[in-house]
Nanobody
Framework: QVQLVESGGGLVQPGGSLRLSCAASGSIFSINDMGWYRQYAGKERELVAQITDSGVTNYADSVKGRFTVSRDNARCTVYLQMNSLKPEDTAVYYC??????????????WGQGTQVTVSS
């Protein structure tokens, strides 16, 4: 099993910044896409940003120009730098990693979620 550990959420004022991290572990052989999703109360989980194994990125329109996704392949870690935060960014953020262990196929793995609250 692949484990994902998220960190970096919290409370920030509008206009502020936060950096989320998600580290994967567990005898990983290969990682494909890595990304971040968020979920508002009572809503479906939605894509925020993702990055492929070759570094190609994709962002939700609502965060373009404010959020940056990056990855450190040596550390099996994905990051989300969030700047110019708005109250509507308040949600639970989840990382997702598409990875495989030796002898296995690729699976989707999810982090436990971290709360981001943007409020004055």
């Amino acid at each position: 099993q692949v484990q994902l550990v998220e960190s970096g959420g919290g409370l920030v004022q509008p206009g502020g910044s936060l950096r989320l991290s998600c580290a994967a572990s567990g005898s990983i052989f290969s990682i494909n896409d890595m990304g971040w999703y968020r979920q508002y109360a009572g809503k479906e989980r939605e894509l925020v940003a993702q990055i492929t194994d070759s570094g190609v990125t994709n962002y939700a329109d609502s965060v373009k120009g404010r959020f940056t996704v990056s990855r450190d392949n040596a550390r099996c870690t994905v990051y989300l730098q969030m700047n110019s935060l708005k109250p509507e960014d308040t949600a639970v953020y989840y990382c997702k990693v598409i990875a495989r262990r030796i002898g296995e196929q690729f699976y989707d793995y999810w982090g436990q979620g971290t709360q981001v609250t943007v409020s004055s």
